[in-house]
């Protein structure tokens, strides 16, 4: 059984930091490409950020990659997204999800987590 478990979400006051982590079982780890996605209230899922072997590192959100920094730990089969300098827009539930490869596009992924709440205090 494919399962996405995300941790790490809180609240936390601008300006913060967080590592939300993604736990991933029941596929072959190396062969997919994770992803983070967010949805703040009233506003459709974006894509954050996605890794994969095969397609490297990628950031979706703004057209620079900070304050947002995805890893991987292939020998827990576990993704991390650290968001830097968080802002009150930053508020929003963090879902990973995995696909054959990376996307920002919401339907491309099959496997999803139950998200993770990040709310930032002003």
């Known amino acids: 059984e494919v399962q996405l478990v995300e941790s790490g979400g809180g609240l936390v006051q601008a300006g913060g930091s967080l590592r939300l982590s993604c736990a991933a079982s029941?596929?072959?780890?190396?062969?997919?490409?994770i992803g983070w996605f967010r949805q703040a209230p009233g506003k459709e899922r974006e894509g954050v950020s996605c890794?994969?072997?095969?397609?490297?590192?990628?950031y979706y959100v703004g057209s620079e990659k900070a304050p947002f920094t995805i890893s991987s730990d292939n020998a827990r089969n576990t993704v991390y997204l650290r968001i830097d300098s968080l802002k009150p827009e930053d508020t929003a539930v963090y879902y990973c999800?995995?696909?054959?490869?990376?996307?920002?596009?919401?339907?491309?992924?099959?496997?999803w987590g139950q998200g993770t709440q990040v709310t930032v205090s002003s």
């Open positions: 029941g596929f072959t780890f190396d062969d997919y490409a």
């Open positions: 999800a995995a696909a054959p490869q990376c996307s920002d596009y919401v339907r491309w992924f099959h496997y």
């Open positions: 890794i994969s072997s095969s397609d490297g590192i990628l």
